[in-house]
């Protein structure tokens, strides 16, 4: 069993439609981070989280340490929004170094 | 801006060559990774390194190696190329973790695709 889950792997949308991406994992963790990846490779760093919500326009993130789980929300989605989402963790044991373990990441297309 | 880059973006090299992948940072990061990504399995750390000339194997290390003669560059080395190794290869760095608050967020590259023949 992975130490990252996501679900679903796979996820159509319509324009417009709210999304949910969700992240569990079962180690100890220092942070959590969700990573945009867009056809071409390149990826980037949307939010790291240790407690709480973040929000960045129309992106937010949440984060349950006690149910090991977050959740990447997308309002009011657009066919830009379309790429790869992953969720990675920062475990306790890698406290000194800035190791990740990486979910094998959720497929998004957003269709107008 | 911040701004990883990868020496290519697209390579192919035969089996048995020796493959050298580039990374540059240049952003005074300390650490800097070596992942490779593959269909269904994410990303995996091959190796990593915190500081110049120091390294640490990560998941995957067989048949790789690397070097860090300068800060702003780490390299991917594969010895002797195998059909296996086909793969995007991405590069990160981040700045070294203080402590719990710190942000400690990696940066990408835009990521190699290397196919060996």
């Known amino acids: 069993k992975n130490e990252v889950e996501q679900s679903p792997q796979n996820l159509t949308a319509q324009e417009g439609e709210f999304i949910t991406i969700n992240c569990s994992y079962s180690?100890?963790?220092?942070?959590l981070h969700w990573l945009q990846q867009h056809p071409g490779g390149g990826i980037v760093s949307l939010f790291m989280l240790s407690s709480g919500k973040k929000k960045h326009g129309r992106l937010i993130a949440t984060i349950n340490i006690q149910e090991k789980h977050s959740s990447l929300h997308i309002t009011a989605s657009h066919p830009r929004d379309s790429a790869v989402y992953i969720c990675a963790v920062r475990s306790t044991e890698s406290y000194n170094t800035d190791k990740l373990i990486f979910g094998t990441g959720t497929r998004l297309q957003v269709f107008p | 801006d911040v701004k990883v880059t990868q020496s290519s973006r697209y390579l192919v090299k035969r089996t048995g060559e020796k493959v050298f992948l580039e990374c540059v940072q240049d952003m005074d990061h300390e650490n800097m990774f070596w992942y490779r990504q593959d269909p269904g399995l994410g990303l995996r750390l091959i190796y990593f390194s915190y500081d110049v000339k120091m390294k640490e194997k990560g998941d995957i290390p067989e048949g790789y190696s690397v070097s860090r003669e300068k800060k702003e560059r780490f390299s991917l080395i594969l010895e002797s190329a195998s059909t296996n190794q086909t793969s995007m290869y991405l590069c990160?760095?981040?700045?070294?973790?203080?402590?719990?608050?710190?942000?400690?967020?990696?940066?990408f590259g835009p990521g190699t695709r290397l196919t060996v023949t």
């Open positions: 990160a760095s981040s700045y070294w973790l203080i402590g719990l608050a710190s942000r400690g967020e990696q940066y």
């Open positions: 180690v100890g963790i220092s942070a």
